[in-house]
């Protein structure tokens, strides 16, 4: 179904947690890092598809 697969793609969107919640709300240098990560990370997806065509594009293709 549908939903399954969107829920597989938000599963795979996001980079592995470098550092559990806890520990990222407690160490500013370590949260510092894992946003830069998370940005990093979100970009790169964000180059991918703009490679691809754009969005409609890469759903159209099923290439995400």
Same mark, same amino acid.
Not at 12 to 35: C, E, M, T, W
């Given at each position: 179904? +549908? &939903?399954?697969? /969107? !829920?597989?793609? !938000?599963? @795979?969107? =996001?980079? $592995?947690?470098?550092?559990?919640?806890?520990? &990222?709300?407690?160490?500013?240098? +370590?949260?510092?890092? !894992? +946003?830069?990560?998370? #940005?990093? #990370?979100? @970009? *790169? $997806? +964000?180059?991918?598809?703009?490679?691809? %065509? %754009? =969005?409609?594009? &890469? &759903?159209? @293709? *099923?290439? /995400?």
């Amino acid at each position: 179904p +549908l &939903v399954d697969q /969107w !829920a597989q793609v !938000a599963i @795979n969107s =996001y980079p $592995k947690p470098i550092a559990s919640h806890s520990q &990222v709300s407690h160490d500013s240098n +370590l949260f510092l890092r !894992a +946003l830069q990560a998370l #940005h990093a #990370h979100f @970009n *790169k $997806k +964000l180059r991918e598809v703009t490679e691809r %065509g %754009g =969005y409609e594009q &890469v &759903v159209t @293709n *099923k290439q /995400w």
